[in-house]
Every structure is written in structure tokens, then in C-alpha cells.
């Protein structure tokens, strides 16, 4: 299996912008989660979904801030619209079940300027 | 409110010594503990993790000592390598929810120098 895949890998767009960030679970997993990697709070989880339904968002930081999950291999983030302080490195983890370890993807990093 | 906090952000060891990383949390509700190491421009990678039950795992070099009482647990790199050079964060997870839900540490900078 080619492990959780994210796109882009690297994201540099202007304050006020829409961002899209893609992420391809691992085949078969029924979870998946979204984290955000900063310097200052470091790895923070934002979301996570079970077989496709969003289970705790408590961690989405404003309503800039969306996640849906439309089928089993395929996840979204969305900032509309993006700021400076949402630059960061942004993750997708994904796991079979509950009671097993969670693989990540290569992140995307993000720069709003 | 940070439940688990980790030292030291960084540490420098020569090629053979021991690297040890601490973690503390206060939830008593965490029921597992793992560890993961990361390199530049990768995602975390699961290291090793250990659940209250027992107060040490061992997995190669890599050993986890755990101290349910002090609400501790630590991560010993025996006879360190360059190659183990990384970004190491300790974690739980909270009783009845998904191994992935994850409250992290800080993070500790390891450096082997050869």
C-alpha cells in the first residue's frame, strides 16, 4: 500500500484565499483524522472521521474551517477565507480500527502571506 | 491546558550513549501511550506505545518505562545513532475513543553525533 497520500505537499497562497488540502486514506481504514503541526502548539488534533461521518471537530480552530469526507478513500480540509497565523504543516492520519495505531501522511505545508 | 508535557526540547548524544525523553501527564483518563518519531519533512511514525498495565515494553533499542503512580513514563534509546536522529513526541489517547484521537507533547529534538 502506498500509505496515506496527501496533495499538495506544499501550499503558498495570499491572505483571503480559499485552500483546499486532499487526502487519500490508507485502503480499508475506517478512521481518519486531520492534525495540524505548528512550532508554537505543535501537533494538534483538528477533526476526525469514522467510516466517513465527522465523530469530533472540537479541535477546528474557527468556522474558516471545514472537513468533509465524501466517500472512503478521499478527505478534504478547506480554509475560506485563509490568514497568515493558519500557516502550518497539516496532517491526515488514517487507521484500520479503533484499537489500532494511526499512519500518516507526508503533510502538506502551508504558508499564507 | 497542556496534558502532557514533554522534556527536553532538545538533546545531544554521542554515537552509543543512551537518550532519554520524559513525558507527564495529568489525565488519568489516558489509557494508552504512544511514542512517535519524526523526520524533516515526513509524518510521525509509530515508534513504540504501551499501555498502564505494564510498567516497561521493550522493542529492540527502544524501551518504554512507565510509572502509572507519578503519572510518568519515559522513552530510552540505548546504544544511539546517528540514524535514530528525529523528532521524537510522546502521546495518549483517552479510554474508550480511537488509538488515533492523540494528544501529543511538545516534541524533544534528538541529535547523535557519530
Known amino acids: 500500500d502506498a500509505g496515506v497520500i496527501q496533495s499538495p505537499r506544499h501550499e503558498v497562497t495570499e491572505m483571503g484565499q480559499e485552500v483546499t488540502l486532499r487526502c487519500k486514506p490508507i485502503s480499508g481504514h475506517d478512521y481518519l483524522f486531520w492534525y495540524r503541526q505548528t512550532m508554537m502548539r505543535g501537533l494538534e488534533l483538528l477533526i476526525y472521521?469514522?467510516?466517513?461521518?465527522?465523530?469530533?471537530d472540537s479541535g477546528m480552530p474557527e468556522d474558516r474551517f471545514s472537513a468533509k469526507m465524501p466517500n472512503a478513500s478521499f478527505s478534504t480540509l478547506k480554509i475560506q477565507p485563509s490568514e497568515p497565523r493558519d500557516s502550518a504543516v497539516y496532517f491526515c492520519?488514517?487507521?484500520?480500527?479503533?484499537?489500532?495505531?494511526?499512519?500518516f501522511g507526508q503533510g502538506t505545508r502551508l504558508t499564507v502571506v | 491546558q497542556q496534558q502532557v508535557k514533554q522534556s527536553p526540547q532538545s538533546l545531544i548524544v554521542q554515537k552509543g550513549g543512551i537518550s532519554i525523553i520524559n513525558c507527564a501527564y495529568e489525565n488519568t483518563a489516558f489509557d494508552y501511550f504512544p511514542w512517535y518519531q519524526q523526520f524533516p519533512g515526513k509524518g510521525p511514525a509509530l515508534l513504540i506505545a504501551?499501555?498502564?498495565?505494564?510498567s516497561e515494553k521493550k522493542e529492540g533499542r527502544f524501551t518504554i518505562s512507565f510509572n502509572k503512580s507519578a503519572k510518568q513514563f519515559s522513552l530510552h534509546i540505548m546504544d544511539s545513532q546517528p540514524g535514530d536522529s528525529a523528532t521524537y513526541f510522546c502521546?495518549?489517547?483517552?479510554?474508550?475513543?480511537?488509538?488515533?484521537?492523540?494528544?501529543f507533547g511538545q516534541g524533544t529534538i534528538l541529535t547523535v553525533h557519530p
Open positions: 492520519a488514517s487507521s484500520l480500527k479503533t484499537n489500532t495505531e494511526a499512519f
Open positions: 472521521f469514522n467510516n466517513n461521518v465527522p465523530i469530533d
Open positions: 502521546a495518549a489517547r483517552k479510554g474508550g475513543t480511537s488509538y488515533g484521537k492523540l494528544t
Open positions: 504501551i499501555r498502564p498495565d505494564v
